[in-house]
């Protein structure tokens, strides 16, 4: 093969694994060597055979003289990374090297959200208002003009990791202290309320050539209180939620994409207006890629490879049933004497497909983002309110017993174990 690409993969937890095996599949297909570039320390069997370099990802400087090691010994097209905190960097190293795909300032629209909200209103996108917290009279000023609750949340994070939503002055006296130090790493939101949706696209050329509109649950800022997921829309479509549709298109070509995978958050007021949350240029996080998959045939990351090698590529995406998917997690923490195993789970009726990250002898700690889970599952029903019922089935039928740290894994007695149902939410 005389031809290459470079995927950036963090093989931890193993949200990433899919995508990446069907990265280097689908360059496979078309004649496409692929290199791998992991994190320092991190062992990865899925790299196996291809040629792996490593470095520590946290580093873009680290990162940008490795990967001109790679493009020195490697005909490297086109640079593939599947985790959001490698956008930007992946960015740097296409202009380093003069590969096509997005460059740091259409990367840094769909990083950092006080840029892609200016874009967006540039655009005529209607974003939630927001105020940078310079002082915590400011943020006091901003909650007293559009009213608590208000976000604070940093400017390039993800996940919902150091988000805060902040209820009241009292509540915004015991966050400042958490923020204070970093203060220009965050930005202020107001709370937008409505139901919140989010579109999965394909790109080529700048033309949309798959989406698929879904509708989250739960509010993803209540990960730690709420079981949640995401439902498909696929069939019998509202006219706002066709406007949404028409709002992601604009986002994206408006910020630069031209060929590409993305992940859009968008929320429908109670008024009937679309409200921009943020955008992502990868594919949606936790379980909407296998949720994809299982409802629509294509996983969005090999469809993005295939799209970037072959421009004549048309995705052959099915429509089939409504398709739902949440997270699994437990509400007890401790280390975990017993846990439903994925084959159970994907013995159930309805359900698809289903992965589970923890196994006995691990050990739980309260969630610190909305994709700090056990794992996952995807099932199929009628419509929005039938997966709806149906997540609450496969949720009590998800068990988890538990012991403190400080007691053997296996084989000794629990007398304070508990079986716990879960779920949280993918994003």
């Not at 150091?162 to 939101?189: G, I, K, M, N, Q």
Request: charged content about 25%.
């Amino acid at each position: 093969m005389n031809r290459s690409i470079l995927v950036v993969y963090r093989p931890a937890a193993g949200r990433y694994a899919t995508q990446f095996r069907s990265v280097v599949a689908a360059a496979a297909e078309l004649g496409v060597a692929a290199v791998a570039l992991i994190p320092t320390g991190q062992p990865a069997a899925e790299v196996a055979g291809l040629p792996c370099y490593r470095a520590d990802l946290d580093d873009p400087e680290a990162v940008r003289s490795v990967v001109a090691e790679i493009v020195a010994a490697h005909p490297v097209e086109r640079i593939f990374p599947l985790f959001e905190g490698d956008v930007l960097t992946a960015a740097r190293c296409r202009r380093d090297h003069g590969i096509p795909g997005l460059d740091p300032e259409q990367a840094l629209t769909f990083r950092d959200k006080n840029v892609m909200h200016r874009r967006a209103t540039e655009l005529g996108v209607p974003v939630a208002r927001s105020c940078r917290p310079d002082t915590v009279g400011a943020v006091a000023e901003f909650a007293a003009e559009v009213g608590y609750p208000v976000v604070v949340k940093p400017y390039a994070g993800w996940a919902c990791g150091d988000t805060h939503r902040v209820d009241s002055a009292e509540d915004l006296d015991r966050v400042w202290p958490l923020v204070a130090d970093a203060r220009h790493d965050y930005r202020v939101e107001e709370y937008v309320r409505g139901v919140e949706y989010h579109v999965d696209s394909l790109l080529c050329d700048g033309e949309v050539v798959f989406e698929q509109l879904s509708r989250y649950t739960y509010s993803i800022l209540e990960f730690r209180d709420e079981p949640g997921g995401t439902v498909s829309r696929k069939h019998d479509l509202t006219p706002a939620e066709r406007r949404i549709l028409a709002a992601n298109g604009t986002v994206l070509r408006g910020f630069g994409m031209r060929t590409g995978v993305a992940h859009v958050e968008f929320f429908l007021r109670d008024d009937g207006e679309v409200v921009f949350g943020e955008a992502a240029a990868r594919a949606g996080g936790g379980s909407i890629v296998p949720a994809i998959q299982a409802g629509r045939g294509i996983n969005l990351a090999g469809e993005w490879c295939r799209l970037e090698l072959d421009p004549g590529h048309v995705p052959a995406a099915t429509l089939g049933p409504e398709i739902g998917t949440e997270y699994l997690c437990s509400d007890r923490y401790g280390r975990i004497t017993a846990i439903t195993t994925a084959e159970e789970l994907r013995a159930l009726d309805s359900v698809l497909d289903a992965d589970v990250w923890k196994s006995v002898g691990d050990v739980l700690a309260p969630p610190t983002a909305s994709n700090d889970v056990l794992g996952w599952y995807v099932c199929e029903g009628r419509d929005f309110d039938d997966v709806r019922a149906r997540f609450k089935t496969v949720r009590d039928s998800f068990q988890v017993r538990t012991a403190p740290v400080d007691v053997a894994p296996a084989g000794a007695a629990d007398p304070a174990g508990t079986d716990t149902p879960g779920s949280a939410g993918p994003a």
